[in-house]
């Protein structure tokens, strides 16, 4: 049976109209919010985005992502098909036949076999759906977007069902001279050869199936969550080259707004992230907030973003048109519904990155959640009552604890420590607050002052006229202090002639390499792991025995040290020289790392709700009876310790790298006394 254009051409022209609307419809909005350069760098960008777009990469870093990567490649290489399809429609000689034969050939292969894939590839997702769902893909809102799951599911599969039913029918009525090239297509119409008087209108109907179904779900897509398939691919074009360690810096001025309270205050790739959300539950999966019961879901962050768009859409373009900012009429930040986010789901962030790794179209849901932060500090004066004592404290004497800054050189008080001289002394060690005055930390802080020494690394410190870096407050939103605490610790690191400046906390290390670029420091900053790899390396650091007496050593990796800067190897390549062997290792490791519970500004906040992240993790490292936990920060060295205490387990001991190298230097002094 022949399709007659004269019914289907009206229907075309429709459905891609109405495409076309829906989609300047959205992505429109797009455009209305705030401006941001997305646009250098073009080749790299280009790069990125054939690895993670085009080669999936982050969708394939999990067993079943390649089951979507089928299907991913199947919708492109079958859109040469389907193009086909709606162009014969509507001009019934038109066929790829023209094409060299070779390539027709060869095509036509393609088609059958990735038609088949893809059908597979649905049968796979509706089963994995049905039969092993992840608990993550089992959440009251995902359950309420089951039917649009199953219904694009179900879309694509009548698509190839129909492709095979059409192209088997016509190659049994013998009107197809390329059934070589169609293996699947061939064994179909053997089924249907049977049946002789069926074969025309089991070609017709087959076929105007495939047409109503291609062009519902034309219809459909942009108006649905699989609205991803357009814009993913974009938004991973125009996805942060670096990564998104850092927030953007605020100028202030009198009678300007700060952070994110509307959704007209995100930019307009906030706005084309929402869009391009796939709803895995990827992220979610990865949220240590999610994990122990908090009401943060990163996933339901981005969705929040878009349903709010959508419902502010009037207003937003009307502020567009007059030039004006009009308030929203669904807050942003509110009361539990959709497209709002609660203040306690904004409180819950630790801010560890785990979603940022895990997406996999480069979406970046925590800077967004820490402008929202800001909007609630900085506009609303609106935050956890604990935090400010934080906040007194930082303003008053540039600590989280409050403690006067003189009390800052007593961890050195046994030792012959000097201060940095410009011109006299290489490197300067940024203490950090918790380093300086956590009683714990301390013993770290000496342990790496012995392995500096030992090494002949000339070093100092600023003592009494070091500040707090001021990583807690700008993750906490409040970017005016942090911002005043920025500048004086430039100023000063300019006055001093410091370049090179050595860190045991992370949260300094990435704070300084990272944000106070933003303020034009450029310094080589290096965290205690790299640099006592490098002094091992190099052999300016000769361990007196290996320690072999701390049992099963599991190392956990800091996420702003981790994911945050990419530093894997250093740690554990220590571990294995001083120690002799690898250590052991977590069941999420690495990039995969599950969060403390201190990042963000948490270790200065109560866990209301849920379970305790450390107490999480700690579990984690029970499970895998380890003697001792290794950690290379301050953070994460008091959140074990509690952890521990709080699951009773005095057994398992918590060392700093730097504490466990000290005692590779220990025996040759022992010696020498004796």
């Known amino acids: 049976m022949t ?27 797009v455009a209305l919010g705030k401006p941001e350069n997305r646009f250098d760098n073009i080749g790299t960008r280009l790069k990125n985005t054939l690895v993670v777009a085009f080669g999936q990469k982050r969708v394939t870093a999990r067993p079943f992502g390649l089951n979507h990567a089928v299907i991913f490649w199947a919708f492109l290489v079958l859109v040469l098909a389907n193009g086909e399809f709606l162009v014969s429609g509507v001009f019934p000689g038109f066929s790829l036949a023209f094409l060299p034969t070779p390539l027709h050939h060869g095509l036509l292969f393609a088609f059958d076999l990735v038609s088949l894939l893809a059908l597979a590839g649905v049968g796979m997702a509706g089963a994995r759906r049905l039969l092993f769902k992840p608990s993550y893909l089992d959440s009251r809102y995902v359950r309420a977007k089951s039917f649009e799951a199953f219904l694009i599911l179900g879309f694509i599969g009548l698509l190839m069902l129909a492709y095979f039913g059409l192209h088997g029918a016509t190659i049994a009525l013998g009107n197809d001279e390329s059934a070589a090239w169609m293996p699947v297509s061939s064994f179909v119409a053997r089924l249907l050869a049977p049946h002789p008087s069926l074969l025309t209108p089991l070609a017709g109907s087959f076929w105007w199936l495939h047409a109503l179904v291609l062009l519902a779900f034309i219809c459909f897509l942009p108006h649905s969550k699989h609205m991803h398939i357009l814009t993913a691919i974009p938004n991973c074009f125009f996805a942060s080259i670096e990564k998104p360690n850092t927030q953007p810096r605020e100028e202030f001025a009198e009678g300007k707004g700060y952070g994110t309270g509307e959704v007209r205050e995100l930019t307009w790739k906030d706005l084309l992230d929402s869009f391009s959300c796939t709803e895995c539950g990827r992220c979610q999966d990865a949220c240590p907030a999610a994990a122990t019961g908090k009401p943060l879901n990163p996933r339901q962050v981005v969705h929040a973003i878009k349903t709010n768009l959508l419902a502010n859409a009037p207003l937003l ?28 789901a904004i409180w819950s962030c630790t801010t ?41 404290n930082m303003e008053g004497r540039s600590n989280p604890w409050g403690i006067a800054p003189a009390e800052r050189s007593k961890w050195c008080s046994q030792l012959e420590v000097r201060p940095f001289v410009q011109g006299e002394t290489d490197y300067l060690f940024f203490v950090g607050c918790a380093g300086a005055f956590d009683p714990r930390s301390k013993q770290v802080t000496v342990a790496l002052a012995t392995i500096l020494d030992a090494a002949g690394v000339s070093w100092g410190i600023l003592g009494k006229d070091e500040k707090c870096c001021g990583d807690s407050l700008r993750r906490l939103g409040n970017e005016f202090v942090f911002d005043r605490m920025a500048r004086d610790n430039v100023r000063l690191f300019r006055e001093r002639g410091v370049t090179r400046i050595i860190t045991q906390c992370p949260h300094c290390f990435s704070t300084l390499r990272n944000d106070y670029r933003q303020y034009g420091l450029e310094v080589d900053v290096i965290h205690h792991t790299e640099l006592i790899r490098q002094l091992l390396e190099e052999g300016k650091l000769a361990l007196n025995r290996q320690v072999a007496d701390l049992g099963t050593i599991l190392f956990h990796d800091s996420c702003y040290l981790g994911r945050h800067n990419d530093v894997y190897q250093a740690p554990r390549e220590v571990l294995g020289t001083v120690t002799g062997s690898a250590p052991a290792e977590f069941g999420r490791t690495m990039d ?25 993790r700690v579990g984690e490292a029970l499970r895998a009876e380890a003697d001792t936990v290794c950690v290379a920060c301050p953070y994460c060295m008091t959140m074990f310790e509690d952890g521990l205490k709080d699951e009773k387990s005095s057994d398992v001991r918590v060392r700093d790298i730097a504490e466990i190298v000290a005692e590779g230097l220990k025996i040759r002094r022992r010696h020498q006394k004796s």
């Not at 019914?7 to 989609?23: G, K, M, V």
């Not at 935090?387 to 007194?392: R, S, T, V």
């Not at 995969?592 to 999480?616: D, H, K, P, V, Y």
């Open 317 to 344: 373009k009307k502020g567009a048109a007059n030039g004006k900012g009009n308030s929203s009429a669904l807050p942003l930040i509110g009361e539990e519904g959709e497209g709002t986010n609660t203040e306690e």
């Open 3 to 29: 399709p007659n254009p004269a019914i289907f051409t009206p229907l075309f022209i429709a459905s891609i109209a109405f495409f076309a609307w829906s989609c300047q419809r959205r992505l429109a909005l």
């Open 352 to 392: 560890c990155g785990a979603c940022l790794a895990a997406c996999p179209v480069m979406i970046e849901q925590m800077p967004k959640i820490v402008g929202m932060r800001r909007h609630l500090v900085e506009m609303e004066a609106r935050f956890p009552e604990e935090l400010l004592n934080l906040f007194e």
């Open 592 to 616: 995969n790392s599950f969060c403390c519970g201190a990042g963000g500004g948490r270790m200065w906040l109560e866990e209301l709700t849920g379970t305790r992240i450390n107490r999480e």
